[in-house]
Nanobody, 115 residues
């Protein structure tokens, strides 16, 4: 069983930046995949950024150049830094990991980008 606790998010004006953090209960070295997803009202949940077990990162086209995913191994924590936020980035952001063939989700954190 993996427990994920997210922090960060909130309300920000267009052009602003945010940092999300996800603290995992287990060692992140054991995870096959770690990533951030988001879901806007009326939309399907989509991958924002992810890191595979090999360490390579992948990003959604909509956030490339504006998002950076990173792992803080000593603290079993996953981060997502986003800059130049747009109203289209408004969504609930979820941390997710895959471990032993099972996908786990955090509780989600709301991000609202509005002037």
């Amino acid at each position: 069983q993996v427990h994920l606790v997210e922090s960060g998010g909130g309300s920000v004006q267009p052009g602003g930046s945010l940092r999300f953090s996800c603290a995992a209960s287990g060692s992140i070295f054991s995870f096959n995949f770690m990533g951030w997803f988001r879901q806007a009202p009326g939309n399907q949940r989509e991958l924002v950024a992810g890191i595979g077990s090999g360490g390579s990162a992948t990003y959604a086209n909509s956030v490339k150049g504006r998002a950076t995913i990173s792992r803080e191994n000593a603290k079993n924590t996953l981060h997502l830094d986003m800059i130049s936020l747009k109203p289209d980035d408004t969504a609930v952001y979820y941390c997710s990991v895959v471990s032993a063939g099972r996908q786990y989700w955090g509780q989600g954190t709301q991000v609202t980008v509005s002037s």
